[in-house]
């Protein structure tokens, strides 16, 4: 246990490593607008977690800005909250090491994530790719962040990340020295949104690696494109149900109520009292008509955003400078603690 008396702060981080996309946007950037009003909150693009698969240069830098453009066009203001790249301040990287001295193999080995992305050829993933979640650790305890909001696949990397902080508290006989962060998965509205599906195989979760454009609804796309590829989600030939239960076994239908149940703040509950007993032709043009409305205008502005990239970098170093402060303090602490000279 982390006696930890130190302020609530909120942070997490978006890989860049591809566009952003529907789950991104419910599982986590429409969590990140909502929680700034109320605390201080750091949000960072995570670069040097995409490299742990390769990525080309040139589009790394473009990936990069796309997601800062993204947090803006959604509506992160970044007066308010702090946004950069992770790799420009160091004491990420730094407090990543020491912490791959604390965190033990075992726990790594139990990692799910490094499994899938690794897949068959574990022999041949990065080094980067197996200590990954450690380097996350690094992100949240450099803040000392107590809250993480993320999606449901995050979820065990956070208790990796609170079993760190909680044995290096011990080790170092530091019982308040980091705080346990806590991590924020379910939205407003209940569980929706926590896990976002592919449209194409409601047994997958909508991933910015999926191969199949249409599995994907992107912040980039337009009116048009979004009412398509809602078209041609994949459903199946039943009514819906007027009752929740009755979406068990139908990932793809549970998937679509689910989008909109995130996106209009009803309970799936009221979406079926609504909609039981009508099929997809009906529902639909009705979630494309929402996902038009939620998503079209932040694509706009996103566009308007990326055409001036100097903006987004001036506002990035801007960012980093400020995240450094408190970064810097805690790696010096930690040095003195662990027993470097300082
Ligand atoms: P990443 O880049 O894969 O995803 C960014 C955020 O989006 C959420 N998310 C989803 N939520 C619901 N449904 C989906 N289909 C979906 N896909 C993605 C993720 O849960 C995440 O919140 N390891 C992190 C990045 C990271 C980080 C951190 C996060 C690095 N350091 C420190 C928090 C704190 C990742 O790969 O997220």
């Known amino acids: 246990m982390s006696g930890y008396q130190g302020p609530m702060r909120v942070l997490s981080g978006i890989q860049t490593s591809g566009e952003m996309h529907l789950g991104n946007y419910i599982g986590a950037i429409r969590k990140f607008v909502a929680l700034q009003h109320e605390y201080d909150c750091h949000y960072f693009l995570a670069d040097l977690h995409a490299i742990t698969v390769w990525q080309e240069p040139e589009q790394l830098r473009r990936q990069t800005r796309h997601i800062a453009a993204s947090f803006l066009a959604a509506g992160i203001d970044p007066k308010i909250a702090t946004i950069f ?40 993933a990065s080094v980067g790719l197996y200590t990954y979640p450690v380097l996350q650790a690094a992100d949240i305890l450099v803040y000392k962040a107590t809250h993480v909001p993320v999606g449901e696949d995050q979820k065990q990397h956070l208790e990796l990340s609170r079993d760190i902080a909680g044995k290096f508290n011990h080790d170092f006989k530091q019982p308040d020295f980091f705080p346990l962060p806590e991590p924020l998965i379910k939205g407003q509205f209940g569980d929706a949104g926590a896990r976002i599906m592919s449209l194409k195989d409601g047994s997958k979760k909508m991933s910015k690696s999926d191969p199949s454009e249409n599995a994907c609804i992107f912040l980039r796309d337009d009116a048009d494109t979004i009412a398509r590829k809602i078209k041609k989600a994949k459903s199946d030939a039943d009514v819906l149900p007027s009752e929740p239960a009755g979406l068990e076994g139908r990932a793809e239908a549970a998937n679509l109520v689910g989008i909109y149940a995130a996106l209009s703040g009803k309970t799936t509950a009221d979406i079926l009292s609504e909609y ?67």
């Open 276 to 342: 039981g007993g009508q099929g997809f032709g009906v529902f639909k043009p009705a979630l494309a008509d929402l996902v038009v409305e939620k998503i079209a205008p932040i694509g706009d502005e996103l566009r308007r955003l990326e055409a001036d990239p100097a903006h987004l970098d001036g506002l990035l170093t801007a960012g980093a400078e400020k995240a450094a402060v408190i970064a810097d303090e805690t790696v010096k602490e930690v040095k003195e603690i662990v027993g470097f000279l300082v």
């Open 85 to 124: 790249p992770q790799s420009k301040v160091r004491a990420h990287a730094e407090l990543a090491w020491i912490f791959n001295c604390v965190a033990r193999l075992g726990w790594l080995d139990r990692m799910t994530q490094f499994k899938d992305k690794a897949g068959k050829n574990a022999e041949r």
